[in-house]
């Protein structure tokens, strides 16, 4: 009982943090009987306490008062959110066409013809009636309009729609994400023939437009005197100082993200704690008490928060690191935990919604296990490498002195990588479905490193400013070189054997050891696939990856649907066409996976990827072998792969025209993937009396010509379609000739748009089953078929 009282006092506002949590918790799990309990029983513990007049009394009213204030501003928060007038309309999953003005809330991502960020809506007319609003929403513009940033005001037309869930099982929620992060119900989608015209004056923060433009002034600057084939590195230097990760290269973040390392790229309590070390480095240069150094440290971190436009991450970082930095000025020595806990308190009040954000979560866990953990952990890594603590300090040489500096050096980072990654470990399992346990090691080669790169793009802000613009150029040089380092450390990590791991447990439900599974993504004209080949009641099921997908689809589907459900390698990578939205990936995945095969048709492939795919591939030992028409290969437990497209003797002219077409079959059973052929080759395989029947047809949309011919779909008389499909661009819109055609033959057709991920299963005993990701009421069965 002493051990708790005294713990209490150590850190009361951890306390207060933590009731305060459970609070906002019972309020949106709509507990409020549990909550009016809760709240009694704490009063009768401060009622209590209060009789022994101790220091306890006060912590439990704290406690007590953050558990009514936090739980009260949950239930208030929520209230303003479902007060959006057409917040029923997109709760029961209806589109709604509006009219009306809002101004530009977030940094602007632009696309080649569209642009993403969030506006915040003032008004809207729905049927010619004005309804005032405050409400933030994500938009997509898909047009250029003229020069629109923070704070521009706007006219607009458009469709607001409902958020969608997860596309893919593990992918992201947007639903959920836009929902905690800024408070949305809908998002707005403005076409090329809607209206978004700018409106004269400005809104919003005058301290966030002038800091977002003063950011890009400043990337600017980091790239100033780097040569061109060195940009990418700048990039870099500018998402990990700035939090410019708009322009950052997504193919070398991925080494960071498999090595566990690309939290560098999020402007966190690393970036923070290097900056607030610099100046308070630079203080102790010149002599200034650190009580005095402080008062001026905050105000520029808290500004470095508004630099990055205000992300979460920073603003969380950036007030830990002040109401740390405050006990110095007050002349005490800061306790984390107790500043973690004010800061938490603070960013709740102003917001409980983030609590339930991985972000939010991750930040303070981290910590939390850094404050207790890291010291513990470092005095022991290091015992065995000091000195006798009982040696006069008079007979250690100097250096041995500077190795146990060393050493301790050494031990405390070791010991912080070791306590981040434990508290990490449980939150990212459980949201990401992944973790890194080369991370460990990763990051304690490379955050020194990483301090390195803040500190030269500090000098080279800082001379920019002072117009001493040839210490910029050089100083963004050596940084270069700096971040090339960085890099190489990060590809080398993320390169081991093991480096990340996928623990996700959504595994199919079907018995894997005698059925042939399909998982079939895409979006957007980007294709990809996994396929899962039973290989005996004895063996694991052989994995095989279909096309990568561009980086999009590779992010945000193929990753997120292989961590739900454990899968950690692929056996073989096939190519089926030159198509950047199919292969783009397909270097990464080599990287991350080691796949033993590659396998690719026999004719030349001109993607301006390829010779980085066969490099990856010659790099980690990837065997590549060419396929043409007419082999027939069997692998695992009686599975066929029959190539009937294209011949080396006869390519086609567009990449789409040279495409694989291969039938697979199992178990009397049998798919048909023509991947994005068009008519071409769809008019070939007629006339070439290949033998098409099949029981699915897996097809993508020709980027040049009509596909899906009525004698084709006749010859492959399948029982169901699966196939790409988006809005937009137009040219990849199934048919409608296609469609009328299908369903004129009561062919079932699915597409990626409106299921998400598509399954289809072929079991032993030759039952097929075609299982959607969304809307599962139209998964279908189709019974064995009778044997002939």
């Known amino acids: 009982m002493y051990r708790f009282d005294s713990a209490v006092r150590r850190g009361p506002l951890v306390v207060a943090a933590a009731t305060g949590i459970a609070g906002i918790a019972l309020i949106d799990h709509d507990r409020s009987g549990i909550f009016s309990t ?131 099982p593990g992918g992201f929620d947007a639903r959920a994400f836009y929902f905690r992060q800024s408070g949305s119900l809908g998002k707005l989608e403005i076409g090329e023939g809607d ?21 890009s002034s400043l990337e600017d600057a980091l790239l100033l005197g780097v040569p061109r084939e060195h940009e990418p590195y700048a990039r870099l230097v500018a998402a990990m100082a700035l939090g410019a990760r708009e322009n950052s290269p997504e193919e070398l973040e991925e080494y960071f993200r498999i090595s566990g390392t690309m939290h560098l790229f999020a402007v966190s309590g690393l970036n923070v704690a290097i900056l607030a070390g610099m100046l308070t480095w630079v203080a102790s240069f010149l002599g200034v008490p650190r009580s005095r150094a402080v008062p001026v ?58 609590l339930f954000l991985p972000g939010f979560q991750l930040s303070f866990a981290v910590l939390v296990f850094i404050a207790i953990l890291a010291p513990v952990l470092s005095e022991r890594f290091a015992r065995p490498f000091l000195v006798d603590p009982y040696v006069p300090q008079s007979l250690i040489r100097p250096a041995r002195r500077f190795a146990d500096r060393v050493a301790g050096w050494v031990a405390a980072l070791f010991a912080v990588s070791l306590a981040s990654w434990l508290g990490s470990l449980g939150l990212l399992a459980w949201h990401f479905q992944s973790v890194s346990p080369v991370g460990i090691l990763a990051n304690v080669f490379m955050v020194p490193v990483a301090g390195v790169v803040m500190g030269l793009a500090a000098a080279s802000l800082v001379s920019f400013g002072l117009h001493l613009t040839w210490i910029t150029f050089v100083t963004n040089r050596l940084n270069v070189l700096v971040s090339i380092t960085m890099t190489a450390l990060a590809q080398f990590f993320s390169g081991l054997p093991g480096a ?70 692929i056996d073989a990578l096939v190519l089926t066409h030159g198509d950047e939205g199919h292969l783009g990936a397909a270097a990464a995945a080599i990287h991350q996976f080691r796949p033993s095969l590659l396998l690719e048709p026999a004719v030349e492939n001109r993607s301006p990827g390829h010779s980085a795919i066969l490099g990856a591939a010659q790099r980690f030992g990837v065997e590549s072998q060419a396929i043409d028409r007419g082999q027939r290969l069997t692998v695992g437990d009686g599975t066929t792969f029959t190539v009937l497209h294209p011949s080396s003797l006869r390519p086609g002219r567009l990449a789409d025209d040279r495409c694989l077409v291969v039938k697979i079959e199992y178990a009397g059973r049998s798919l048909l993937l023509t991947s994005d052929s068009g008519f071409e080759t769809e008019r070939h395989l007629i006339d070439s009396g290949a033998d098409l029947r099949a029981d699915v047809w897996i097809r993508g949309q020709h980027g040049d010509s009509p596909s899906g011919l009525a004698a084709f ?70 019974p064995r078929p009778a044997l002939p």
């Open 297 to 354: 440290i905050i105000p520029v971190v808290l500004f470095y928060a508004v630099l990055t436009g205000l992300s979460p991450s920073a603003v969380r970082a950036a007030l830990m690191a002040a109401a740390f930095l405050a006990g110095y000025s007050l002349r005490e020595k800061p306790r984390l935990l107790n500043s973690l806990g004010f800061a938490a308190i603070l960013l709740l009040a102003w917001d409980p919604q983030p």
């Open 500 to 569: 990340t791991l996928h623990t996700g447990t959504d595994r199919p439900r079907a018995p894997l050891e005698d059925t042939l599974r399909l998982d079939l993504v895409g979006e957007r004209g980007e294709g990809a696939a996994l396929l899962r080949i039973p290989a005996g009641r004895s063996a694991d099921p052989i994995l095989w990856m279909i096309d990568s997908g561009g980086d999009r689809t590779y992010q945000g589907r193929v990753l997120p649907l292989m961590r739900s459900q454990g899968l950690n390698r």
């Open 38 to 168: 809760a709240a009694l029983l704490l009063g009768f513990w401060v009622f209590h306490l209060h009789r022994r007049r101790g220091s306890l009394a006060v912590i439990a009213a704290g406690a007590l008062a953050s558990f009514l204030l936090l739980g009260w501003r949950h239930g208030e928060r929520l209230a303003e959110i479902h007060a959006f007038p057409l917040a029923r309309t997109l709760a029961e999953g209806n589109a709604v066409r509006i009219e009306g003005e809002g101004w530009i809330d977030d940094a602007i991502d632009r696309g080649a013809r569209s642009l993403s960020t969030t506006m915040r809506l003032e008004r809207i007319r729905i049927a010619g009636r004005e309804i005032p609003c405050d409400h933030r929403v994500p938009v997509w513009v898909r047009k250029v309009p003229g020069p629109v940033d923070y704070g521009t005001p706007v006219r607009f037309s458009g469709r607001l729609l409902p958020l969608e869930g997860p596309s893919v």
């Open 713 to 782: 779909v006749d010859a492959i008389a399948p029982l169901a379609v699966v196939s790409s499909h988006s809005e937009f661009p137009e040219s990849e819109r199934i048919p409608q000739t296609l469609r009328d055609h299908l369903s004129a033959r009561g062919i079932a057709l699915y597409d990626f748009e409106t299921a998400g991920t598509v399954a289809v299963e072929i079991s032993a005993d030759r039952s097929l089953r075609i299982l959607p990701f969304s809307g599962p009421e139209s998964a279908r069965d189709f």
């Open 195 to 215: 209206v978004f015209e700018r409106l004269a004056g400005r809104r919003g923060s005058a301290l966030v437009r002038h800091a977002l433009q003063l950011r």
